[in-house]
């Protein structure tokens, strides 16, 4: 290092040299040789900066080039740990030099004792975890990862004598009052690991648990495991143990033990029954001091946990309207917004879920982790912004938030780059080589690679001109989208969860399915306009994403990011793509191959809708827009849009009036043409009668009436909680609310109508 | 040694027409100050990245050989526009990643004091997540 050699006095460049041989250390993609070359250099040179630390450290006037700082101290065991080292970390974190009483330690004796405990996991050396940890209780008792490796230490190394020992630190540790939370979890955690004999000890404590802490949110969270390992029997008694609770937030922890410990196939008066408690727990919560949403919640889990036997979407559109009162109460709780986007999405309900989604205030890199939940396919859902009805705060734009999202995913980068720079200036080692990962992970974003496609399609929907070309997507992708925010009470939570998304989450395979998708469109578009630059770089990239598409692998579980929509329109991209390369190669024989494809499609397509209802039938007898139609006939749109493009560039081609190609050869014959265009034509036109004749069932005369005698729980099953929802609404606020969702259907098929095939001769 | 504020000058008009992606007009203004003497590190760099980016293959093929004169040069260039401008040309011609680091790298040799100069091209390597480039540093 050539700055370490200009200025040797300056101490700070040794670290500095020391950091980059670890960053390439850690470098992915390195060969193996140059990798281990670095960690070795890395190992040995903080090695010595370690050694150097001078004995007599209260006299220390300059401390040279030796580890001094705890930012220096964690980069470390950064190095150590990372090189296979471990155990080297865990005895320079105990001995006299860098423990919690040296000179450095006493600077961050938090610092010390987490490095410890990380040193202790990739160490392995369990026995002496477990005495380190004991004598660390003394000081940090409350601290639930020391007893976390206390617990795991004593698991895998397990000898009666400290098992005895074990005993009596829980026993004594959970004796002293006020109760400590660390200690009861490691006692529980520690009797999971007890077997079968413990689980009368396992019940005792968790009563006990229960006793101190049943008022407080996090109760179930932190009993929910041990709750589980323990026998019906000995479960029912602890049930049994728990009195009527008079309090808002002890009701809800019955509740949630309810729920959460209900049989798979519970049945329907079960579940209703269910229902009803947590509407009323959560009605009488709303003026009392200590309010309780969290009850709505279960309430609605429990809804559409009727669904699977029951139409769901007669459920789903009960629930959001629920939904839509209890965040009338609690305006600010997120997971009432959470739940609406999805359910209201899941209903059709496309511009109601975006307003809903402004409410929570999505910023910065949320966009990378939580936009999705709105953004996911809205190109085929709802592409045209929402005013917000009346409400401007409300509005949302597709295509502004996908802009603020990309853009903010780029500047992360920059961000991240003087995060770095400013890491090493001011010698805060410790978060390099997090930035440095997180670099990486966002070049590889797979949200923005999604967002990147959906921002084109919007564009090319809402007929913007764009001249640019979407690039092929790395491979492999990281995926940042996060769910951890959604509640679960039961394992089998996410599963039901998930099952109200718009369609299964979109993953590599629908990057690549539909990167050439737009680059064939690109392609043609640009044809078609002369822009042969732009054509040129699209052609490329199609027959690049084409290779990617073919073959039976990629097949395999497709349907796991597909919908039913995309995967039928896939064959149809697939033939486009085909016939554009042959088209540009001049094949003109094998293309009507091609056209027979696209034909096969499209006349299907329009006989299926021909012969089947759209829509999904709620409130007894109302037929809506559910998000599966406008998604099929908004992707069927831009299929067509395509299609109606080769048209144009066949027909110009076979008219002879394109002079650049020499090889127009690729004339077809005229009545497959002018066959597939009435198709076309034929489908569009079905697609908007099919949204007009929804259109009109929404608003037939008496289905307001219809929505709000359903609403209001009059309708099977849930005659039962009439009373509880009437005390939450009334009359009036519920048809405004049944009101807003007719307004937001008719927005929905409104969008699909705006799209117009535009034909090219 | 030339007049920086000279350079700047004459520099400035090559750059607007390089920004307009008009590469031949930038050409026929670098032909006209090389006529007049102008020899500076920032100039010489630039004409060099205009003819890597000029349609004409000619063109092209000179600047990708004067690109590689001046990245073997002897002294090396200093200057660090010189050298970002290098940097842009050597991407041009694909060859940023390897020849990139070694401009820095030889710069540094003639001027071991020079701080600037090693944390701009630290600042360079970091930015390029190219952490072998970062350690030479």
């Known amino acids: 290092m ?12 040794e670290f500095w040299n020391i950091m980059m041989c670890y960053l390439i250390h850690m470098q992915e993609g390195l060969p193996e040789k140059d ?28 401390p040279g080039k030796a580890i001094s700082t705890p930012e220096e101290v964690a980069l470390l065991v950064q190095v150590l740990n990372s090189t296979g080292h471990p155990e080297e970390s865990v005895k320079l974190l105990l001995g006299t030099s860098l423990n919690m009483e040296s000179r450095v330690g006493r600077l961050d004796p938090q610092l010390i004792v987490s490095l410890l405990l990380e040193s202790f996991y990739a160490s392995k050396q369990w026995d002496e975890a477990f005495t380190t940890c004991q004598t660390l209780m003394s000081k940090y008792q409350a601290d639930d990862q020391i007893w976390k490796l206390w617990v795991k230490a004593q698991s895998e190394s397990p000898a009666d004598s400290k098992r005895q020992q074990a005993q009596e630190v829980l026993d004594s540790a959970c004796s002293i009052k006020p109760t400590i939370r660390a200690a009861q979890m490691a006692k529980m955690k520690w009797l999971h690991t007890q077997g079968d004999a413990s689980s009368d000890a396992l019940l005792q404590i968790c009563k006990e648990y229960a006793s101190t802490f049943s008022g407080k949110a996090f109760c179930y969270d932190d009993l929910e495991a041990s709750l589980r390992q323990l026998d019906k029997n000995r479960r029912d008694e602890f049930t049994k143990t728990q009195s009527e609770a008079s309090e808002s937030l002890g009701q809800l922890f019955s509740l949630k033990m309810s729920y959460g410990f209900m049989p798979q196939d519970v049945s329907t008066k079960d579940l209703t029954s269910f229902i009803l408690q947590a509407l009323e727990v959560f009605e009488k919560s709303i003026s009392t001091t200590s309010p309780c949403p969290e009850a709505a919640i279960l309430a609605i889990l429990a809804i559409i946990r009727l669904s699977p036997t029951k139409d769901s979407s007669q459920n789903t559109l009960f629930t959001a309207i629920l939904l839509q009162i209890a965040r009338a109460k609690f305006e600010d709780y997120y997971l009432f917004s959470i739940f609406l986007i999805l359910l209201q999405a899941k209903l059709g309900l496309l511009s109601l879920a975006m307003q809903t989604f402004t409410r929570l205030s999505v910023k910065n890199m949320q966009y990378e982790t939580v936009a999705h939940l709105i953004l996911t396919r809205i190109s085929s859902l709802h592409p045209a912004a929402t005013s917000g009805n009346g409400d401007s705060s409300l509005a ?14 780029e500047n992360a980068d920059t961000a991240l780059v003087r995060g770095i ?10 978060n ?11 070049e590889r974003s797979m949200n923005r690679q999604i967002l990147a496609i959906e921002e084109r399609k919007l564009a090319r929907l809402l007929g913007v001109s764009e001249d640019t070309v979407l690039p092929v997507a790395p491979s492999p992708l990281v995926d940042k989208r996060d769910y951890t925010y959604l509640p679960t009470y039961r394992e089998d939570d996410a599963v039901l969860i998930a099952q109200y998304r718009c369609g299964p989450l979109p993953k590599e395979k629908w990057i690549n399915a539909t990167g050439l998708f737009d680059n064939v469109a690109t392609y043609l578009k640009a044809e078609i306009t002369a822009q042969p630059v732009v054509s040129a770089k699209a052609y490329e990239n199609l027959v690049e994403l084409q290779k990617r598409v073919d073959g039976p692998e990629f097949y395999d579980g497709l349907e796991e990011e597909l919908t039913k929509a995309e995967l039928a329109n896939t064959e149809c991209h697939k033939a486009l793509a085909q016939a554009t390369i042959l088209l540009k190669d001049g094949n003109s024989e094998s293309i009507s191959a091609s056209l027979d494809k696209i034909k096969a499609w499209t006349s299907s397509s329009l006989d299926d809708r021909k012969t089947r209802i759209s829509g999904a039938v709620v409130a007894q007898d109302v037929r809506i827009p559910t998000w599966e139609d406008l998604h099929a006939s908004l992707t069927q749109l831009e299929t ?46 079905q697609i908007h009668d099919d949204a007009r004749e929804l259109k009109a069932q929404v608003n037939a005369p ?10 209001f729980g009059r309708g099977e099953p849930f005659t039962k909680l009439e009373g509880v929802l009437e005390k939450l609404c009334d009359g009036v606020t519920m048809e405004t609310i049944c009101g807003g969702l007719k307004e937001s259907w008719e927005d929905a098929l409104d969008g699909v109508l705006a799209v117009k095939v535009k034909v090219y001769k | 040694m030339s007049d920086p504020s000279v350079t700047e000058r004459r520099i400035r008009p090559i750059q607007d027409a390089v920004a307009t992606a ?26 060099a990245f205009v003819q890597v980016n000029h349609p004409e293959k000619a063109q092209h093929d000179r600047g990708h050989a004067e690109v590689l004169d001046l990245c073997k040069r002897n002294p090396p260039i200093t200057d660090p526009d010189a050298i970002y401008q290098m940097q842009d040309a050597l991407k041009s011609l694909s060859l940023r990643e390897v020849e990139g680091p070694k401009l820095w790298e030889r710069a540094v040799t003639v001027k071991q004091n020079d701080k600037d100069l090693y944390i701009r091209w630290l600042n360079q390597a970091i930015a390029d997540n190219s952490w072998l480039s970062a350690q030479k540093v």
Request: charged share 25%; hydrophobic share 40%; with cysteine.
């Open chain 1, 421 to 430: 720079r400013e890491g090493l200036r001011f010698n805060s080692y410790s």
């Open chain 1, 640 to 685: 067509l849009q395509t299609i109606a493009m080769l048209l144009g560039v066949l027909g110009k081609k076979s008219s002879g009036k394109s002079s650049k190609t020499k090889t127009s050869a690729a004339t077809v014959d005229k009545q497959t043409l002018s066959e597939l265009q009435d198709l076309v034509v034929a489908l569009e036109k």
């Open chain 1, 2 to 13: 050539g700055l370490r050699k200009s200025f040797p006095k300056d101490r700070n460049y």
């Open chain 1, 396 to 409: 949302f734009d597709p295509s502004s938030a996908i802009d603020t999202g990309l853009t903010i995913i």
């Open chain 1, 35 to 62: 990798r281990t070359l670095f960690g070795t250099l890395a190992y040995r040179m903080i090695s010595k900066a370690a050694e150097t630390i001078p004995a007599d450290q209260e006299e220390l006037l300059s």
């Open chain 1, 432 to 442: 390099i080589y997090n930035s440095v990962k997180m670099r990486s992970a966002i």
């Open chain 1, 702 to 711: 008496g289905v307001l009436g219809k929505l709000v005698d359903w609403a």
């Open chain 2, 22 to 47: 008009n590469w031949k007009q930038a050409l026929q203004l670098c032909d006209k100050w090389a006529k007049k003497g102008e020899k500076s590190d920032r100039f010489l760099t630039l004409k």
